[in-house]
DNA sequence: TGAATAGTGTCTATGAGACAGTATGTA
DNA sequence: TACATACTGTCTCATAGACACTATTCA
């Protein structure tokens, strides 16, 4: 199938397709991404975000998968949520040749230290804010791919489900709000959200289960993930401020 | 720069990357898309979006524009807005190779009957219906593409202040209003609409000037577009019915 | 009992939607 | 004047935000 039409083309330009993941987490109360350390070059040493290239006849979403399951141990019942959010491919941003990369947005509750693996020397969960405190800190355009990543999180979180993606499968109205202040860096009026979010339909479900009275307070509601994935009413940022 | 650090790597799969646009324009108060008909091999004759392939050494962006101006000779001038939409690489998606084709997305508004060019052997403006009546009325996987393109528009109205990437330099409300009417299918109560559009700050700047009076009724004052790209409050659907 | 966290009630301000009414042009 | 289109006023209802209050646990 390859080489067949296209031969008399000399002229057609053939790109390496690369994979490139923004996978974010929840850790000690602060919005964090994976990143590893290139164990090969360019770049080799430098921190960048997990990914890799295209094998022939596999789909951009198995890429994704594979290089996250062989770069860092993240296999597919782990994850949240995954979709596409842009692709880069300025003719510069590979030292070596014009490379098309693809990047992932995931997101995944209580991601377990990482292992680190395939071209990988090191795997780590660090908060955004230090990966982007100065640019040139991340290999390639990753700096870019994560600032537009966050900022495609930040907006998604107001008008979709996709905050309960950053939970276990049962969470608390409290733990769903950290969410959103995390990721906002805001604070909400915990009275407000509670009955936003419990009205807003298909949002969540409520369980049979509340939490166990840990030390002190009274034991919360737990909930399940509802069917909807989009919000309406939307939960806007700037409102139900405390 | 090509074929050096690459060359000992005999499983990296290369893939020609095309660009493909969705061009979207308001015609006789209908959604259309430009379409052109494919002049070579595969799918020639079919009726498909307008694209082809990146050159050495240009970027995504400027193959779009490219591409366009040489099928169609719409040029950047004429563009209301542009954005990358998604990129699109399933391995059967092309019946040559696996190839990865990023799908821009387009607004023009009062688009000229277009004139082909390029790969293209004919180039016009169709009602979105018409090309979605059915599937596999366009070449490649252009049907989910333009799927995707009208979610998106769809969407994108509601939060940011796109809309008046449709209308020309100087508008009156009531044409804003028939943008989203057209694009949403639904009709709006002028009176709520004209309101909440010229208090939602930054949305759209009063001109000196109105329309004349052509006929019967009050001329409109003429409007410009604002510097606000995202909307605050939104507007949304279901709202504002009429 | 008090401390702590979960959840409800309720007041106020704002904005959406319905629709009546006013303004300004042409014939 | 009649008519058509542009625009404003105003009423009602829903929701956001503030924050006081009640509920349920543990020590």
Redesign the interface.
Same mark, same amino acid.
């Given at each position: 199938?390859? +080489? &067949? &039409?296209?031969t008399d083309n000399e +002229?057609?330009?053939?790109? %390496? #397709?690369a994979v490139d993941l923004v996978v974010l987490t929840l850790r000690e109360d602060t919005l964090c991404a994976l990143a590893i350390r290139r164990g090969i070059?360019?770049f080799k040493g430098h921190w960048a975000l997990p990914g890799g290239? #295209?094998?022939? *006849?596999?789909?951009?979403e198995a890429a994704a998968h594979r290089e996250l399951a062989e770069e860092t141990g993240i296999v597919a019942g782990q994850i949240g949520h995954i979709e =596409?959010l @842009?692709?880069f491919? @300025?003719?510069r941003r590979d %030292?070596?040749? =014009?490379i098309?990369s #693809?990047a992932y947005l995931a997101f995944v509750p209580n991601l377990p230290e990482p292992t680190a693996g395939g071209d990988a020397n090191d795997a780590r969960i660090t908060a955004i804010d230090e990966l982007m405190d100065e640019s040139g800190k991340l290999a390639f355009d990753h700096d870019e791919i994560l600032r537009v990543a966050i900022e495609r999180t930040r907006a998604k979180l107001e008008?979709t489900s996709l905050a309960t993606a950053f939970c276990n499968e049962r969470f608390t109205i409290n733990e769903l709000r950290r969410v959103y202040e995390i990721v906002w860096g805001t604070t909400l009026d915990a009275a407000n959200f509670h009955r936003k979010v419990t009205k807003t339909p298909g949002f969540v479900i409520a369980t049979a289960e509340t939490t166990r009275g840990d030390g002190s307070g009274r034991p919360a509601q737990l909930y399940s993930q509802g069917p909807a994935h989009m919000l309406?009413? @939307?939960l806007?940022r *700037?409102n139900t401020q405390g």
């Open positions: 199938m390859t +080489n &067949n &039409n296209f +002229n057609l330009l053939r790109m %390496p #397709v070059k360019p290239f #295209v094998r022939p *006849g596999e789909s951009l =596409q @842009a692709t491919s @300025a003719p %030292p070596r040749e =014009q098309i #693809v008008y309406h009413p @939307a806007l *700037g």
